[in-house]
């Protein structure tokens, strides 16, 4: 009977202890957090079994790591594109110059991950290393590129990235060739808090014993500190905010490393008891792909000042970048630098002879000067071989503005001789500059109806015949057109609907227009670019809002 009722006992016991289990279990969202509790798990479950690890052979630890690093990358399916090729070299370049320092002498390969959102950095066991682009993303120098690569070498050489290895197959009893499926999550992951500081030390050892400087590792801990300090408090505007997925992988670094604080302290106590010497930090190399994304950034958000500094930044270390000439000579021209855009330009149509650059220099020239541009581009035109359209349609256009006729006359019969609806499409453009409204009309109708989902020929029409008092044709036409960046659209509703004497709606889309394209604030970029008659109903438009908001401050009071 005894026996029964210890055998109950047991059974009962059993099922209150899944109950409990079952109340208080932990729900983890997919996030860095996730990989971090099964990093803590394993380590507390390991603490519980008589385990102890015999150090991988060099041989297993390298074909381990081969086998996880080729996973990584089929996974990821990397288009190695010319400037992740260039920058992957580059970061290779940089760890051969550390691996010999290091005291196990192993085949250290360096990968680059260009992922703009990936603010981390990580070793696998046998010698791999990677770099995220979010994470170069905020270096300036190569001392902070060589404390880090530094940093994951330690990592490898003082077994770190082996142990963690060994600590799944002794959990999961696993085979060790089947190691290579486990989730690269786990060492992107940090390690333990006296393992980090660790490779801290040893990592700045090792880029001061290839010749870098010590200060190149406090560096990247004082960037550390800016993030942390960012992560942990609201940002200003939407445009500070680190998106969604830095955000993450910011969180789920900070909580898995020391604070920044502490790194740096330890570096500078290392720096006083080693008597390193003082030494210059040499430039990033490769910083100027970081500095033209983050320019193209600042100029999609209408930043156009910063997005010039940054353009200018960049080419100052590289000067041959068709994108960073190309940011520049936009910012320059919605800045109503037109001088400064037609040089940019200049540079660019050298280095890119497509039809959009071209007439994008011819229209910074008119901009600029429209009595010089002509001669000015026809010298340029001298110099080069292009497709007869991407010349002889600006230098036709640019004649126009000097009140040459006969020069866009006959590309006008060219274009309808070969049936190029878009050459008339973009001499009716020149025609309005110079003030023939209803010769640009007809051109952009007969254009229209040859290529009728053309955004960009709708609202130039509409342009027209704003200036021709067909506002329902202008709106008409503008009804017909998807929103498009760019090219006046919400602006041209604005003013037929204003010179429509629809003030309210005209009012509406002027807000939403010059909230878009900013330039419209600038009386010198809409008199270059427009007809008086815009640059007057603008005029209007500003004053009546700034009067209507006077007034609905004056009712709150």
């Known amino acids: 009977m005894k026996h029964w009722l210890v055998v109950a006992g047991i059974v009962l016991f059993g ?44 041989e297993d630890e390298i074909r381990l790591g081969n086998g996880l690093a080729e996973s990584y990358e089929a996974d990821r399916e990397v288009k190695k594109k010319p400037e ?62 060589a404390a880090v690569i530094g940093h994951e070498i330690e990592h490898i050489d003082h077994y770190h990235c082996a142990e963690r290895a060994q600590q799944q197959q002794a959990l999961r009893k696993i085979p060790l060739g089947d190691l290579i499926a486990l989730p690269i999550e786990l060492f992107e992951a940090g390690y333990s808090k006296d393992q980090e500081l660790e490779a801290d030390r040893e990592g700045t050892r090792l880029a001061v014993e290839a010749g870098y400087s010590a200060n ?32 993450d992988t910011l969180e789920g670094y900070f909580r898995s490393h020391p604070l920044p604080a502490e790194r740096i302290q330890q570096v500078r106590t290392l720096i006083a008891s080693e008597h390193w010497p003082v030494r210059p930090e040499r430039d990033l190399q490769i910083a100027y792909f970081f500095w033209t994304d983050r320019s193209r950034d600042a100029l999609e958000q209408h930043k156009y000042r910063e997005a010039q500094q ?98 866009v006359k006959n590309v006008v019969a060219l274009a309808r001789q070969h049936g190029e609806a878009e050459w008339l499409g973009r001499l009716a453009w020149w025609y309005y500059l110079a003030g023939d409204y209803r010769t640009a009309s007809d051109l952009l109708e007969e254009t229209i109806q040859k290529l009728p989902g053309t955004v960009e020929f709708r609202t130039a029409k509409a342009w027209s015949d704003i200036e021709l008092g067909r506002l329902a044709d202008a709106l008409q036409n503008l009804e017909g057109a998807q929103p498009a ?12 609907l204003w010179q429509a004497k629809q003030p309210d709606q005209a009012l509406q889309e002027f807000e939403l227009a010059a909230n878009t394209q900013i330039e419209w604030s600038d009386t010198r970029w809409v008199k270059a670019l427009y007809s008086p008659n815009v640059l007057q109903a603008v005029h209007e438009m500003q004053t009546e809002r700034e009067r209507r908001r006077k007034l609905q401050l004056a009712r709150v009071r």
Do not use: C
């Open 216 to 247: 190149g590792a406090i560096r990247m801990f004082e960037t550390f500190q800016r993030l942390y300090d960012d992560s942990h408090s609201r940002a200003k505007t939407p445009q500070q905010e680190l998106s969604q997925v830095a955000q």
């Open 15 to 58: 099922i209150a202890a899944v109950v409990v289990a079952e109340r208080h279990k932990v729900e983890v969202q997919p996030s860095p957090a996730a990989v971090l509790y099964l990093v803590a798990d394993t380590e507390q479950e390991l603490t519980r079994m008589p385990v102890s690890f015999i150090k991988l052979s060099d």
């Open 84 to 145: 992740v090729q260039e920058s992957e070299r580059y970061i290779a370049q940089v760890g051969l110059r550390l691996a010999p320092h290091a005291d196990r002498k192993l085949p250290y390969r360096f990968h680059y991950i260009p992922d703009k959102f990936f603010i981390n950095a990580f070793a696998l066991p046998g010698g791999h290393v990677f770099v995220g682009a979010g994470l170069l993303s905020y270096m300036d120098s190569e001392d902070e590129l």
């Open 310 to 407: 940054l353009a200018m930044r960049s080419l100052h270390i590289r000067p041959d970048q068709p994108n960073a000439i190309e940011t520049l000579a936009r910012a320059q021209f919605a800045q109503a630098d037109f001088s400064g855009a037609a040089a940019s330009y200049r540079k660019l149509v050298d280095l890119d002879l497509t039809t959009e650059n071209v007439d994008a220099y011819a229209l910074s020239l008119a901009a600029a000067n429209p009595h010089t541009a002509a001669s000015e581009f026809a010298s340029w035109a001298k110099t080069v071989q292009a497709d007869a359209s991407s010349v002889q349609v600006p230098l036709a256009g640019l004649a126009l503005l000097t009140g040459a006729k006969e020069p």
């Open 485 to 496: 960046p760019g090219g006046g659209r919400g602006m041209a509703r604005a003013v037929a």
